[in-house]
C-alpha cells in the first residue's frame, strides 16, 4: 500500500494506477478511497490516478485537532508525490475541499479541476442547516450516538426525509456509516455554515468545471452559483444523475475535459 507523510507527520494512504498524466480525486465523506475505486479504475485508463483516504479515513492516520489546513497539506502530499502538479477531482463535500485548496498556494500545482456537486446551500433553495448542526454532531458523539450522528447528517444536512433515512438505519452497510460517524464533525468543519464562499471561490485561478446531475434542484443551483463565482469556470450537467453519481456517467467527462 502506497503511503505519503503529511506535512505534520500524517501518513496518508493511496492506490496509484500509471498510465499517463496524473489524476488526484479528492473523495471520502463517510467512507473511504473505495467509494471512488470505481472512477478511479476507468481513469486509469487514460491518466496516472492517486485515489487517497482522507485523514481520519480508511488507512490514512491522524493527527489532532483537526484542521481544513492539514487536509489542503494532505492533498500537497498528494500532488508532489504525482511529481508536483496534477489534475484534481473533488466530489461533493470534497469538492468544497479542492476549491479551498485551489484557492490557496495549491493553485499552481494544480492543471485543471473539476467539482461535482458542492454542496453549499442557497438562501431559498432548501431549508437551512441548524446553526448548531456542528454542536449537535458533538453531543451525539459524546453520547456514543453515532447512528443518530449519521441521521442528523443525512437529514438536516443532505436534506433527506427522515422517513427514508429511518429506513436506511436498517440497512446491512449502516454499521461501516456510524463507525465513520466521527468524520462528519471534521465535515462539519470543512463546511462552516453551509454557505457559497464567494470571496474564497474568486481567487480561485484554477480552470475549473463545475459539474450537477440535474435531479437535486438545490444542488443544481450550488453548481450555478459556484460556477459564476470563480474567475475562470465552465459549467456542465450529466443529466439524470443523482448526487452519488456513475462512475461510467462521470468519466468520460472527466477525460474529455483533462484531456483537452
Given at each position: 500500500?502506497?503511503?505519503?507523510?503529511?506535512?505534520?507527520?500524517?501518513?496518508i494512504a493511496y492506490d496509484r494506477i500509471d498510465q499517463g498524466p496524473a489524476v488526484v480525486i479528492v473523495g471520502g465523506i463517510l467512507g473511504d478511497r473505495s467509494q471512488q475505486a470505481p472512477l478511479a479504475a476507468l481513469l486509469s485508463q487514460h491518466f496516472t490516478v492517486f485515489n487517497y483516504d482522507r485523514r481520519?479515513?480508511?488507512?490514512?492516520?491522524?493527527?489532532?485537532?483537526?484542521?481544513?489546513?492539514?487536509?489542503?497539506?494532505?492533498?500537497?502530499?498528494?500532488?508532489?508525490?504525482?511529481?508536483?502538479?496534477?489534475?484534481?477531482?473533488?466530489?461533493?463535500?470534497?469538492?468544497?475541499?479542492?476549491?479551498?485548496?485551489?484557492?490557496?498556494?495549491?493553485?499552481?500545482?494544480?492543471?485543471?479541476?473539476?467539482?461535482?456537486?458542492?454542496?453549499?446551500?442557497?438562501?431559498?433553495?432548501?431549508?437551512?442547516?441548524?446553526?448548531?448542526?456542528?454542536?449537535?454532531?458533538?453531543?451525539?458523539?459524546?453520547?456514543?450516538?453515532?447512528?443518530?450522528?449519521?441521521?442528523?447528517?443525512?437529514?438536516?444536512?443532505?436534506?433527506?426525509?427522515?422517513?427514508?433515512?429511518?429506513?436506511?438505519?436498517?440497512?446491512?452497510?449502516?454499521?461501516?456509516?456510524?463507525?465513520?460517524?466521527?468524520?462528519?464533525?471534521?465535515?462539519?468543519?470543512?463546511?462552516?455554515?453551509?454557505?457559497?464562499?464567494?470571496?474564497?471561490?474568486?481567487?480561485?485561478?484554477?480552470?475549473?468545471?463545475?459539474?450537477?446531475?440535474?435531479?437535486?434542484?438545490?444542488?443544481?443551483?450550488?453548481?450555478?452559483?459556484?460556477?459564476?463565482?470563480?474567475?475562470?469556470?465552465?459549467?456542465?450537467?450529466?443529466?439524470?444523475?443523482?448526487?452519488?453519481?456513475?462512475?461510467?456517467?462521470?468519466?468520460?467527462?472527466?477525460?474529455?475535459?483533462?484531456?483537452?
Open positions: 500500500m502506497p503511503q505519503v507523510t503529511s506535512k505534520d507527520g500524517t501518513i481520519a479515513h480508511g488507512e490514512s492516520g491522524f493527527t489532532a485537532p483537526y484542521a481544513v489546513e492539514r487536509e489542503i497539506e494532505d492533498l500537497d502530499a498528494l500532488l508532489n508525490e504525482a511529481g508536483g502538479s496534477a489534475f484534481v477531482y473533488g466530489t461533493s463535500g470534497c469538492a468544497v475541499l479542492a476549491l479551498s485548496a485551489a484557492a490557496s498556494d495549491l493553485a499552481s500545482k494544480m492543471k485543471k479541476l473539476a467539482a461535482w456537486e458542492p454542496p453549499y446551500i442557497l438562501e431559498g433553495s432548501r431549508p437551512p442547516a441548524p446553526q448548531d448542526y456542528k454542536e449537535q454532531l458533538s453531543k451525539l458523539l459524546s453520547e456514543d450516538r453515532r447512528g443518530d450522528m449519521v441521521e442528523l447528517f443525512m437529514t438536516k444536512a443532505v436534506g433527506m426525509p427522515v422517513e427514508f433515512v429511518a429506513m436506511m438505519r436498517q440497512a446491512p452497510w449502516w454499521s461501516a456509516q456510524e463507525a465513520l460517524a466521527h468524520t462528519l464533525l471534521y465535515d462539519a468543519i470543512l463546511m462552516g455554515d453551509f454557505s457559497l464562499p464567494k470571496e474564497r471561490l474568486a481567487k480561485v485561478p484554477v480552470s475549473t468545471l463545475v459539474i450537477d446531475g440535474g435531479q437535486t434542484p438545490w444542488l443544481s443551483h450550488a453548481a450555478e452559483a459556484t460556477a459564476s463565482a470563480l474567475p475562470n469556470a465552465q459549467r456542465r450537467t450529466i443529466s439524470g444523475q443523482p448526487h452519488n453519481v456513475e462512475a461510467s456517467a462521470i468519466a468520460p467527462v472527466l477525460v474529455e475535459v483533462f484531456a483537452a
